[in-house]
Each structure stands twice: as C-alpha cells, then as structure tokens.
C-alpha cells in the first residue's frame, strides 16, 4: 500500500500536520492557553483514529473500499507524524527550552534514529524472531516479541526521544517476520488489555461532572479540530489534483480524533503543563468527534452536493 498509495498519502500528512499544529498555537491563545499549551493543543489535534474512521466508513457507501483504504494510510501517517511531534515536544513539556539549532538537532535525532533503528533492525532482529519461532512455543515467542518492544522503547527514552517512537518503530521490524501473522494474532488478547488499562486510566482521570463543568471548552477545541482538520485535508486533495467531491468526503470522513490526543494530552498533564480542566475537555472532545463522525459522514455528500449547486462556476473550476 506503501508503494502503490504511499506518496500522496504523505503529501496529506506533510501538509495537514503542520498546518494542524500551526493552527493550535494561533488559535490557542485565544481559548486562555499559553504558548507550550497551545502547542501541545496543536499536537492533540494533529491525528485521526484510524479504527472510529475504518469502523464508520465501512459502514457507509460514500466512498470505494479503494479511497477508505487511502484514508487508513493517511491516518497511519498521521501517527508517525504524531510520534514524532511528541518526540519534538517532549523536551517543552519537561520545561527545557529550545531554540532553532535545539529543534534541528532533535529533528535530524529522530531521523537518524528511525533510519538507523530500521536498517540494522530488518537486518538482524527478523532472522533472531525467526531462529526464536522455529524453537520455542508460541508462548514464548509472544513474550519475546513484547521485550523487543519494550526493549525499543526503552532504548528510544535513553536517546532522548518518546518511548512511543521505539515501541512503533519494533512493531514495524516485527512485521517483517515470517510468523508476522500468528504473532499479531497471538499478541490480540494482550493488546485488547493494554489498550482497556489505558482507556480506563484516561476515564479514571475525569468525571461527569468535570465534563459538564468544561462543556464550552469542549466544544470550542471539538470546533477548531474539526474545521481545521477537514479544511488541511481538502487542501490537500486539492493540491494533489483530485476530485473534488473525493476530497470533501475524505476530509470529513477524517474527522474523529486520534488516540494520540490521549497519550500527547496525558504527557502534558504529567508534566504539569496543563490543568485537569485542559485535560478534561481534550477527552471530551475527542469523545464528541467520535460521536459526531457518522451523522457527518451520513450528510457529507449532500452537504457537498448543496455547496457544489450554491457556489459560482467560477469557483467549480
């Protein structure tokens, strides 16, 4: 898919996500955040959920099994991207300050690391998880392809870096594997636990009350997610010369923040960089956008189709 739909599904994340993060320090200050707060709204906002907008989608007919496949890789992009920016933020969050040369050197660190993380990573751990596979039972292979993860992870935090760009970048080089398949079938039920610890842990932090409490807020952040999200990825259709009606759409379709907004929201908060009320409206509207995918996703193309019939012919060119 890389291949075939890789470059243009690129060109959408190189153009949204820093337009994305622009905007959440623009438009930031003028919902009382300052200026690392703002950043990190710009972060949280940046990704899409990939599994809310594959669920959605295939429920609805608006779009070919072909263009949601796009969509998916988009969002995969969309959280190496995210991986990355939380790298590039981490060290604001922690209080230190940087400045140009300070951000260059950690750009050209992430760099580095992935690529060097990826060539010697396919060129040895593939061949160890296979000599492992062909001797141990499955067991024992699951536990050792979760310490290589946690082992990257680990290795990512020593470098300065998230410990989310190690853990991804292992699952990349674990893919690579012969028994790739029945490792990420085997490694479901472990997932399905990780992923329930940590969404509890995110609704242990709030409570219905302190949603009720920041309904405006939640509503203000939902709001400049949403036209900034689907505003950069029409844009960005439409600098790669599609459809127009594809890209409207798609850039709807996209709409439903990712589960990085609750990792980048939850570093920020155990920093000290933002309040519980910040923290509870990131998660509240992160909860609306979910909600409100499908009955965006239901009247999109009629949404389209009345613009298309109200805007001049001029601007349909």
Same mark, same amino acid.
């Given at each position: 898919?890389?291949?075939?739909?890789?470059?243009?599904?690129?060109?959408?994340?190189?153009?949204?996500?820093?337009?994305?993060?622009?905007?959440?320090?623009?438009?930031? +200050?003028?919902?009382?955040?300052?200026?690392?707060?703002?950043?990190?709204?710009?972060?949280?906002?940046?990704?899409?959920?990939?599994?809310?907008?594959?669920?959605?989608?295939?429920?609805?007919?608006?779009?070919?099994?072909?263009?949601?496949?796009?969509?998916?890789?988009?969002?995969?992009?969309?959280?190496?991207?995210?991986?990355?920016?939380?790298?590039?933020?981490?060290?604001?969050?922690?209080?230190?300050?940087?400045?140009?040369?300070?951000?260059?050197?950690?750009?050209?660190?992430?760099?580095?690391?992935?690529?060097?993380?990826?060539?010697?990573?396919?060129?040895?751990? +593939?061949?160890?998880?296979?000599?492992?596979?062909?001797?141990?039972?499955?067991?024992?292979?699951?536990?050792?392809?979760?310490?290589?993860?946690?082992?990257?992870?680990?290795?990512?935090?020593?470098?300065?870096?998230?410990? *989310?760009?190690? *853990?991804?970048?292992?699952?990349?080089?674990?893919?690579?594997?012969?028994?790739?398949?029945?490792?990420?079938?085997? /490694?479901? +039920?472990?997932?399905?636990?990780?992923?329930?610890?940590?969404?509890?842990?995110?609704?242990?932090?709030?409570?219905?009350?302190?949603?009720?409490?920041?309904?405006?807020?939640?509503?203000?952040?939902?709001?400049?997610? *949403?036209?900034?999200?689907?505003?950069?990825?029409?844009?960005?259709?439409?600098?790669? &010369?599609?459809?127009?009606?594809?890209?409207?759409?798609?850039?709807?379709?996209?709409?439903?923040?990712?589960?990085?907004?609750?990792?980048?929201?939850?570093?920020?908060?155990?920093?000290?960089?933002?309040?519980?009320?910040?923290?509870?409206?990131?998660?509240?509207? *992160?909860?609306?956008?979910? /909600?409100?995918? +499908?009955?965006?996703?239901?009247?999109?193309?009629?949404?389209?189709?009345?613009?298309?019939?109200?805007?001049?012919?001029?601007? &349909?060119?």
């Amino acid at each position: 898919k890389v291949l075939t739909q890789g470059k243009f599904a690129i060109k959408i994340a190189l153009i949204q996500l820093p337009l994305l993060v622009i905007g959440g320090m623009v438009l930031g +200050p003028a919902l009382g955040f300052g200026f690392v707060q703002s950043i990190a709204l710009g972060a949280i906002i940046s990704g899409s959920s990939t599994a809310v907008v594959l669920a959605v989608l295939k429920t609805k007919d608006i779009l070919t099994s072909e263009q949601v496949e796009l969509l998916i890789l988009i969002t995969i992009m969309e959280d190496i991207g995210q991986v990355i920016i939380l790298s590039m933020i981490t060290p604001m969050l922690a209080g230190s300050s940087m400045d140009v040369n300070d951000l260059a050197v950690m750009i050209i660190s992430i760099v580095a690391f992935m690529l060097v993380s990826i060539f010697l990573g396919l060129k040895f751990i +593939p061949r160890i998880v296979n000599w492992v596979s062909d001797n141990v039972s499955s067991e024992v292979l699951i536990v050792f392809c979760v310490g290589l993860a946690f082992g990257m992870a680990l290795l990512s935090t020593f470098v300065g870096l998230s410990m *989310a760009i190690g *853990a991804f970048l292992m699952g990349m080089i674990i893919a690579a594997c012969r028994k790739s398949r029945e490792i990420n079938h085997d /490694i479901g +039920p472990m997932k399905d636990l990780f992923m329930a610890m940590f969404f509890i842990s995110v609704g242990m932090e709030i409570s219905v009350n302190t949603l009720v409490d920041n309904i405006g807020m939640i509503v203000a952040i939902y709001l400049v997610f *949403a036209i900034l999200k689907s505003s950069t990825v029409f844009l960005g259709y439409w600098v790669g &010369n599609q459809d127009g009606r594809t890209g409207f759409l798609s850039a709807v379709g996209l709409v439903a923040m990712g589960e990085f907004a609750f990792i980048i929201a939850k570093e920020a908060l155990d920093f000290g960089v933002v309040n519980e009320s910040f923290y509870t409206s990131v998660i509240g509207a *992160a909860l609306l956008s979910m /909600i409100m995918l +499908p009955f965006l996703t239901r009247y999109s193309d009629r949404i389209w189709d009345k613009s298309v019939e109200k805007c001049p012919d001029w601007l &349909n060119r």
